[in-house]
């Protein structure tokens, strides 16, 4: 049985819109390191915060080469939104 975020995937990528996902606590949730794979879900960008910091403000975004390419064409990314040049 799919969970409602594999579902809501499903949804995004039949309408070839990228996700992504806020990576909560390294480790932390249960028998994978990444959060999402305990969800059975793939993201197309992982975003990294305070965890990754060790309390230093330090974040970090993990994609593919693809995606990452298209950034140009980006001015500002946070986890809340972007601002397209």
Avoid: H
Wanted: proline letters at 4%; a positive charge; charged letters at 20%.
């Amino acid at each position: 049985m799919e969970s409602v975020l594999q579902m809501k995937v499903k949804t995004i990528k039949m309408l070839d819109i990228q996700y992504l996902i806020v990576q909560v606590g390294f480790g932390r949730t249960g028998k994978s390191f990444w959060a999402f794979e305990s969800q059975g879900v793939n993201p197309d960008i992982v975003v990294l915060g305070k965890p990754i910091g060790n309390g230093y403000p330090l974040g970090c975004v993990v994609t593919t080469r693809e995606i990452s390419n298209t950034f140009s064409k980006v001015e500002y990314f946070n986890t809340f939104g972007v601002i397209f040049k």
